[in-house]
Nanobody, 123 residues
Framework: QVQLVESGGGLVQAGDSLRLSCVIS????????MGWFRQAPGQEREFVAS????????GYTGSVKGRFTISRDSAENTVYLHMISLKPQDTAVYYC????????????????WGQGTQVTVSS
């Protein structure tokens, strides 16, 4: 089993920055990809960013490219999502997820999920 605990969400204004953290514990040696997803009220959960654990290869959805950066600290078993130039449409619950697959963007291919952290961006 793998446990994921997110933190760092909050209420910010448009244009502000936030950094989300996800601490990973348990059978971490099974993990090949870490991802961030988000879900706004009334909408489906959508892929935001992913990073492969060994090589650090990253991928982003188009709407966050250039504004969000995913990174990992292997020594601390932590994944980060650094978000700048936040927009009201970024408002959502953000979830950290872990997959045994490589470089995946589909939620159903992720095996473990955190509880989520709320990000609210006011205009």
């Amino acid at each position: 089993q793998v446990q994921l605990v997110e933190s760092g969400g909050g209420l910010v204004q448009a244009g502000d920055s936030l950094r989300l953290s996800c601490v990973i514990s348990g059978r971490t040696f099974d993990i090949n990809t870490m991802g961030w997803f988000r879900q706004a009220p009334g909408q489906e959960r959508e892929f935001v960013a992913s990073i492969t654990w060994s090589l650090g290869n990253t991928g982003y959805t188009g709407s966050v490219k250039g504004r969000f950066t995913i990174s990992r600290d292997s020594a601390e078993n932590t994944v980060y999502l650094h978000m700048i130039s936040l927009k009201p449409q970024d408002t959502a619950v953000y979830y950290c997820a872990a997959s045994i697959e490589l470089a995946v963007r589909t939620a159903s291919l992720y095996d473990y999920w955190g509880q989520g952290t709320q990000v609210t961006v006011s205009s």
